[in-house]
């Protein structure tokens, strides 16, 4: 076996690796970190590593850097562009409409090589998917539980105002437009028995 072919077999099984170590991690603050660790990791030259979220806005919404927290990886970036050090990024949207970047970094400047660019590609796939697969579990995870809160205020006002399911859960409706707060909030409130009370809501 040549060694170009032994290379791509250890980097298919690394990469192989790689994705079930992301897909195993417990959601999606745990996958960014440890996509950035196997970023850092696995693309030859790097040295340090982030995965930083951007909302509409341009703001960053989430960051994971192997280096430390948000405020150093701002301080680290800013002294890589001014110390010219090496980077590679690969940006990806998302389906939640905001743009994920990976980025990696040389301390030791120099250009990455072909190498190097084509695995921090094929690390970028696999963090992309298994950000998209921990994203979608988050949704519905948060569905399910806005869908349990809500029935469990809707069950507290049919108990407390007499009303039936269908008064109850439009009592929760209302309240929810007039006070300009989200329904699952509202529902919160409520069954946490914490700020509204369903006494005070108009019929």
């Excluded at 996509?35 to 982030?50: F, H, I, K, M, S």
């Excluded at 190097?116 to 979608?136: D, I, K, N, P």
């Excluded at 929810?176 to 909030?185: A, F, G, H, I, M």
Aim: charged share 25%; net charge negative.
């Amino acid at each position: 076996m040549s060694t170009v072919e032994s290379g791509q077999l250890e980097l298919a099984a690394d990469l192989a690796d790689a994705a079930d170590v992301l897909h195993r991690a417990n959601g999606l603050n745990a996958t960014m970190h440890t996509g950035a660790r196997l970023a850092r990791d696995l693309v030859p030259g790097a040295e340090q590593a982030e995965i930083r979220v951007v909302d509409r806005k341009g703001q960053t919404a989430d960051i994971a850097w192997t280096g430390g927290g948000e405020a150093e990886a701002d301080d680290y970036q800013c002294q890589a562009r001014k110390d010219e050090r090496s980077s590679l990024a690969y940006v990806f949207p998302t389906a939640a409409r905001v743009q994920c970047t990976l980025t990696v970094y040389s301390e030791a400047g120099g250009e990455f090589d072909a190498t190097a660019l084509e695995v921090g590609r094929l690390v970028a796939a696999h963090v992309r998917m298994a950000l998209e697969v921990a994203r979608t579990i988050e949704q519905l995870t948060e569905a399910m539980r806005t869908r349990d809160v809500i029935g469990q205020a809707t069950g507290v006002l049919m108990e407390r105002l007499r009303l039936d399911a269908r008064e109850a859960f439009a009592t929760l409706v209302r309240t929810s437009q007039q006070e300009n707060v989200k329904l699952r909030d509202i529902a919160r409130r409520l069954t946490g028995l914490d700020g509204w009370s369903p006494n005070s809501s108009p019929n």
